[in-house]
């Protein structure tokens, strides 16, 4: 009697695993002013590669077909090194390169030009500071006074990230221990952190909400659960969020610093001076 | 000077003692099987850690059926963060250095450039021995970690700094045995590519001239070359990673935060990714040769553009040592640096596609036999035509922003390096097999083993570079940790279920070799009627390899030639044909 109610999730079943194993993926939901040009780059690659390649199967699949020794036909002795055969590889060696590899670059350097290396500046830019550890995210915020690697910098909760919606965030970082890469999916960036040197990058979050940040660099065996958070919200909850966080105001006493009683394993006063971009 | 005296030097000191003739043997076709059968080892070593891998990636922390238990009791039959950090980083550092390198550079590298010039044995035939026997030595410190207490490498095959050295948190010294196996192994590597590279210069057969070599010689030959360049620069670096994995001192170890000690662990990067680009290439050489010159014996055809294909194959090799940023543009490089590397590295497109279609022109006008090597040839066109298509996103400094470390490079470089380079050793398995061992491999068997390969490797692959696009990033114990990656547990179990039946088709290709070797009866000797000298020996060759000097008088790919009317071919030294020719 319950037969067919079997056979239905047992078909269900099948679907969802067909669905799973043929259908393609999306990225993550892109939530940041500028991952539309990571995801146009990749599309128009996707979109040129996939006709050469398309190109490259027909070819292959009609010469199996058409010159099968079954046929009996015999090949032609040609050693393909007459000077019309070596410009006509040459010429399609190039025609690939000028259709695909230059497109690609120029694509590429102006999208470097005009955002991922062109560092927002100015009153309006959140600078954060993030230190990794083995296996955990450490941010920072200038506080008050708009200066790093002072008291009234501001220390959240491991892990979490807080930053306004529409706003430029220029992120500074190094590392505690080993190298780590600070990785939001959702924002389509990813930089390393490295002890002994600073890295940077910067975003703006176009979208409320929470977000995965994740580290994209091998750092241990914690890696797989070195995992963050970044909330965006609007100007008012971040500004609200920035004063439940600030620091009491310091005894001279730093030991008793960290009203949180979060032991992360590394001094309070981690942070550095920022360093100006050129 | 030295080929003839060298040759009948050879023939006195010979004598037929077992440790002489099977172990401690000079004879460059010995040491070529005893590198294959290492390689053939570790590759099946490589690959069941690869579908340990892919259990946990698939059914996270779920116990491993049936061996689980016994290997892990302790945690209930589940491997653990740990072990799995361990398996990928002995993963990728057996099938590079321990699988691929002795399997085509080792074995096919020692078996076929003598045999193919027209040489008696490599030039220096006592070095070719102890080189094989420092890879077996450093074959042994690798696995000697394995009885650690606390395990083995576990900082990924590149060991970054400072993960790797004793700051980096990794317990015990099984990243040290690392070092010293891969600086050993470098040894080997470098002592095998000195004699290829003066094997290849100084005992050519008189009129094989460098424009008459097998494509396979000139692959092999520019891989030697690379390995003699750049694997020093790579042991330098795993020296001083060493010392400061031992000695204390501070190479690659930069101190806490922006400040501190001198070292620079991007200085280890560097000098890595130098060696590791060239590398990659240094693999996929001798696949690039080898299927150029069997496409041409199954389609019965010349080698279309045969000096176009081996200039291409140099021109990558010389631009191949320019590119090794690209994988470090998410270190923070200079602009200036990131756009450079991203140029140079696009430039290789021009020479890989002229080669590509060359390959493409071979089959043109043929009269193509689907032998099982000819179709693992044809599977490379596939694999690596997808394989260097792919590399563009990594190459495009924006794209690789967001697909940097993610499982998307680990489809592309697995196409690259695990597909091509497989179906490569496998069509050079199956097509110098009557060669290597006197009889030819099962050619049913062959065929299953083409097409069950060919399909489950695709979806594996291709479906890995998905993942990637949708975020995962690679090296993660446990992908379901992250929201975002939720969605794909889906897929990643069928990669999963691909990836075994893969694993399945190799034990078919093992047993074929067995079963093939055990057999007794000898196939003739020259079964796919090719051109080149290997064929004109009978097996089992005698050391020293020809009777008299082979004197050369055409090149390689002699099919199908209208001025010959009993047969469709002409050997590399037939000297009544050319008198034919002549008249």
Redesign the interface.
């Known amino acids: 009697m319950n037969k067919p109610r079997v056979m239905r999730q047992l078909s269900n079943r099948w679907k969802?695993?067909i669905?799973?194993?043929i259908w393609?993926?999306?990225?993550?939901k892109d939530v940041s002013l500028d991952g539309y040009?990571?995801d146009s780059?990749?599309q128009y690659?996707d979109l040129v590669?996939g006709i050469?390649?398309g190109i490259?199967?027909v070819?292959?699949i009609y010469?199996?077909y058409a010159?099968?020794?079954s046929?009996g036909?015999?090949?032609?002795?040609?050693?393909?090194?007459k000077k019309k055969?070596?410009i006509v590889?040459?010429g399609?060696?190039?025609l690939?390169?000028c259709s695909?590899?230059?497109v690609?670059?120029t694509?590429?350097?102006r999208?470097?030009r005009e955002a991922?290396?062109n560092f927002p500046k100015g009153e309006n830019v959140l600078r954060i500071e993030v230190?990794p550890q083995?296996f955990a995210w450490n941010f920072r915020y200038a506080g008050p006074d708009n200066e790093f690697g002072t008291s009234d910098d501001i220390i959240p909760t491991q892990n979490h990230m807080h930053i306004p919606e529409n706003t430029p965030v220029v992120v500074q970082m190094?590392?505690?221990?080993?190298?780590h890469?600070f990785?939001l999916?959702?924002f389509?960036?990813?930089?390393?952190a490295?002890?002994?040197?600073?890295?940077?990058l910067w975003f703006q979050a176009t979208q409320r909400g929470v977000?995965?940040i994740?580290?994209?660099?091998?750092?241990?065996?914690?890696?797989?659960?070195m995992?963050g958070y970044l909330t965006v919200e609007s100007k008012e909850n971040f500004d609200n969020w920035l004063i439940e966080n600030a620091p009491e105001l310091p005894d001279d006493d730093w030991d008793d610093w960290d009203d949180a009683g979060e032991d992360t394993g590394i001094p309070e006063e981690?942070g550095?001076t920022w360093k100006e971009l050129k | 000077m030295g080929m003839d005296m060298e040759g009948t030097k050879i023939m006195k000191i010979h004598k037929d003692s077992f440790w002489s003739k099977h172990i401690f043997s000079e004879d460059h076709k010995t040491i070529g099987k005893q590198f294959f059968w290492l390689g053939l080892f570790f590759l099946f070593f490589g690959g069941a850690l690869a579908m340990l891998l892919r259990w946990q990636l698939g059914y996270p922390e779920q116990p491993v059926p049936i061996i689980g238990k016994w290997m892990w009791p302790d945690d209930g039959g589940i491997i653990n963060p740990d072990i799995f950090n361990q398996m990928f980083t002995m993963h990728g550092t057996i099938m590079i250095f321990w699988a691929i390198t002795p399997l085509l550079i080792g074995a096919f590298g020692n078996f076929l450039i003598p045999l193919q010039i027209g040489a008696p044995d490599m030039a220096f035939p006592k070095l070719n021995m102890i080189s094989f026997w420092t890879m077996f030595l450093a074959s042994l410190v690798l696995l000697s970690s394995y009885m650690l207490p606390l395990g083995t490498a576990s900082g990924g095959w590149t060991s970054y700094p400072p993960l790797s050295s004793p700051a980096g948190g990794i317990p015990g010294l099984g990243q040290t045995i690392w070092t010293i196996a891969l600086i050993l192994m470098g040894a080997a590597t470098m002592m095998g590519a000195i004699n290829y590279i003066t094997t290849v210069v100084r005992l050519r057969a008189p009129g094989m001239f460098y424009f008459k070599m097998p494509l396979s010689v000139w692959g092999l030959f520019l891989a030697s070359i690379l390995n003699a360049v750049f694997v020093p620069v790579i042991a330098a670096g795993l020296v001083m990673l060493l010392l400061d994995q031992t000695i204390g001192t501070e190479f690659f170890i930069a101190g806490r935060l922006a400040s501190g000690d001198p070292g620079d662990p991007l200085l280890f990067q560097h000098v890595f990714w130098i060696f590791g680009h060239p590398e990659v290439y240094i693999l996929i050489l001798p696949v690039w040769g080898i299927t150029s010159d069997l496409l041409s014996v199954f389609s019965r055809k010349p080698a279309y553009g045969y000096k176009v294909t081996a200039i291409a194959m140099s021109t990558v090799v010389a631009l191949s040592s320019l590119v090794w940023g690209h994988h470090m543009y998410t270190t923070g490089m200079s602009p200036l640096l990131g756009k450079s590397f991203m140029f140079l590295t696009l430039l290789i497109s021009i020479p890989s596609s002229m080669f590509f279609l060359n390959w493409l022109g071979t089959l043109w006008r043929g009269s193509i036999h689907f032998d099982t090597p000819m179709l693992f040839a044809m599977g490379v066109i596939w694999v690596f035509g997808l394989g260097g298509l792919t590399g563009l996103y990594n190459a495009t400094v924006t794209a690789d922003i967001y697909l940097h470390d993610t499982m998307f490079v680990v489809g592309h470089f697995h196409y690259t390096l695990a597909a091509s380079v497989m179906f490569g050793s496998f069509a050079a398995i199956y097509f110098w097999f009557p060669k290597m061992f006197g009889r030819a491999l099962d050619p049913f068997i062959g065929k299953v083993h083409f097409w069950g390969s060919f399909i489950t490797i695709n979806y594996v692959f291709f479906n890995m570079m998905v993942t990637g696009y949708a975020g995962q990033h690679r090296r993660i114990y446990n992908p379901t940790e992250y929201d975002f990656l939720k969605p794909l547990s889906g897929l990643n179990e069928w990669i999963t279920i691909f990836a075994f039946f893969l694993g399945i088709f190799q034990f078919l290709f093992l047993l074929n070799i067995l079963w093939t070797i055990s057999r007794s009866k000898l196939c003739e000797k020259n079964p796919w009627k090719a051109t080149t000298l290997e064929w004109t020996v009978n097996y089992p060759i005698p050391h020293g390899n020809f009777d008299e000097v082979p004197i050369i008088y055409y090149g390689p790919h002699e099919y199908s030639r209208p001025d010959i009317k009993d047969k469709d071919w002409l050997g590399q030294n037939e000297l009544m044909e050319v008198k034919k020719w002549q008249m």
């Open positions: 969802t695993m669905h799973a194993g393609f993926k999306d990225p993550p040009r990571i780059v990749i690659t590669i050469y390649f490259v199967v070819a292959l010469f199996i010159y099968r020794s046929l036909n015999g090949a032609v002795y040609d050693h393909g090194d055969n070596v590889t040459g399609l060696g190039l690939v390169f695909v590899d230059v690609i670059e694509i590429a350097f999208d470097l991922f290396w230190l083995q190094a590392s505690w221990d080993v190298i890469s990785y999916p959702n389509r960036i990813k930089q390393d490295t002890p002994g040197m600073i890295t940077a977000f995965d994740a580290c994209a660099e091998l750092c241990g065996n914690g890696h797989y659960k995992k981690w550095w």
